[in-house]
T-cell receptor, first 114, second 114 residues
Framework: GAGVSQSPSNKVTEKGKDVELRCDPI?????LYWYRQSLGQGLEFLIY????????KSGLPSDRFSAERTGGSVSTLTIQRTQQEDSAVYLC????????????FGPGTRLTVT | QKEVEQNSGPLSVPEGAIASLNCTYS??????FFWYRQYSGKSPELIMS????GDKEDGRFTAQLNKASQYVSLLIRDSQPSDSATYLC??????????????FGPGTSLSVIP
């Protein structure tokens, strides 16, 4: 079946602009996660959605970052007033119910802020 | 102490040998443990999950869990050059909050030498 998809695959933006990154989870998956990975670094947790529960936003690095998940499916991560330090690969993952958090990752969006 | 620790490597093994990747975690309440493989420039891919003490085998991969020692490992038998990647250990901390957070280790880089 179809995996997690993310768009765009690459995004180059100027410092100060806003960007939106999209994630389509695997159909039927109830949990959705956003991570950030800078070059040569590990995964940095950003935000987690589980069904209709309030999201866990504890990983968002600043109030410039926000995310929403509409209809329990598609999610959008928005970064306002982008900074050069926001340059990274943004990864989305989803988990089916009852799998104790086995995560399936999308291909990522590479964001470059110039 | 970091929550999930791994040797960063690089770990180099000759083709056909056994590669042993190790991971320790800090939270004794952790319930679920995962190994992901990440090729350079790609997103992480789930390869093993383990939930109870002992060994779990899947093809050339064996995951080993020792909760008393807070230790989880991944053995790769008959290592192939195609196994060269970064291996991420992930642990579900099971803290009983709204998000039982999955924490990723920094990853171990494995190089299989032909």
């Amino acid at each position: 079946g179809a995996g997690v998809s993310q768009s765009p695959s690459n995004k180059v933006t100027e410092k100060g602009k806003d960007v939106e990154l999209r994630c389509d989870p695997i159909s039927g998956h109830t949990a959705l996660y956003w991570y950030r990975q800078s070059l040569g670094q590990g995964l940095e947790f950003l935000i987690y959605f589980q069904g209709n529960s309030a999201p866990d936003k504890s990983g968002l690095p600043s109030d410039r970052f926000s995310a929403e998940r509409t209809g329990g499916s598609v999610s959008t991560l928005t970064i306002q007033r982008t900074q050069q330090e926001d340059s990274a690969v943004y990864l989305c993952a989803s988990s089916p119910p009852g799998t104790a958090y086995e995560q399936y990752f999308g291909p990522g969006t590479r964001l470059t802020v110039t | 102490q970091k929550e999930v620790e791994q040797n960063s490597g690089p770990l180099s093994v000759p083709e056909g040998a056994i590669a042993s990747l190790n991971c320790t975690y800090s939270d004794r309440g952790s319930q679920s443990f995962f190994w992901y493989r990440q090729y350079s420039g790609k997103s992480p891919e789930l390869i093993m999950s383990i939930y109870s003490n002992g060994d779990k085998e899947d093809g050339r991969f064996t995951a080993q869990l020792n909760k008393a020692s807070q230790y989880v490992s991944l053995l790769i038998r008959d290592s192939q050059p195609s196994d060269s990647a970064t291996y991420l250990c992930a642990v579900n901390m099971g803290r009983g909050t709204s998000y039982d957070k999955v924490i990723f280790g920094p990853g171990t880089s494995l190089s299989v030498i032909p």
